[in-house]
């Protein structure tokens, strides 16, 4: 099934020069990259990128650690959208488990991430969860105009643009979409 993923190389990765790295290995796979941002996470988008964990007792060490403070505010990301056949287990097979302690040696997570002494995963990239996630954060994080294919319909209106479902809980199916012109 054709899937679409969001991959960011989280402050830590970009701090320690992962992130040629990482795209070298995404640019191994079939996986077509439609997407790419360099971005400074406010606290708003933290929030919302992790609403899913907002009761968690790591929460406020996350939202830290993901929009920068955790390195003296010197953190940006870089943020990929990445679309094609299987997506995600692709996706999340190259960055490894969540906790870096746990992945595959051989992944993102496990030759680069640790935890710190304060229990954040400092896990380096991230990679949605499964199709739904892939296309809320895909939506979050990108303006329809940026990104290359039409992956999700878009509405446009004097002369701004706009994701028609923003928080569009679909699966897409298919083959890879048509380029934009
Ligand atoms: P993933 O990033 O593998 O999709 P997730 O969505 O469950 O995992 O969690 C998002 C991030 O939150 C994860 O990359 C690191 C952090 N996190 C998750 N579980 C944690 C835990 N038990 N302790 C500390 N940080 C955690
Ligand atoms: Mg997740």
């Known amino acids: 099934m054709t899937e679409s993923i969001l ?102 997570r496990g030759s680069f991430g640790r935890v710190t002494t304060k229990g954040v995963f400092e896990n380096v990239v991230h990679v949605s969860s499964d199709a739904i996630e892939g296309e809320r954060e895909i939506k979050l994080w990108f303006h329809p105009e940026e990104i290359t294919v039409d992956l999700f319909p878009a509405i446009s209106a004097g002369g701004q643009s706009a994701w028609a479902d923003p928080g569009g809980p679909k699966t897409r199916t298919g083959p890879w979409p048509q380029e934009k012109v």
């Open 7 to 108: 991959l960011i190389v989280k402050p830590d990765g970009m701090i320690k020069g992962l992130a040629g790295h990482v795209l070298r290995r995404f640019e191994e796979t079939d996986l077509k990259l439609v997407g790419a941002r360099l971005a400074k996470v406010t606290d708003q988008l933290a929030a919302t990128h992790y609403h899913h964990l907002r009761d968690k007792p790591f929460f406020e060490e996350l939202i830290h650690f993901i929009t920068g403070r955790l390195y003296a505010g010197q953190g940006s990301v870089l943020a990929f959208a990445y679309t094609g056949e299987d997506a995600v287990r692709k996706a999340r097979a190259i960055a490894g488990a969540t906790n870096p302690e746990e992945a595959d040696y051989r992944s993102i």
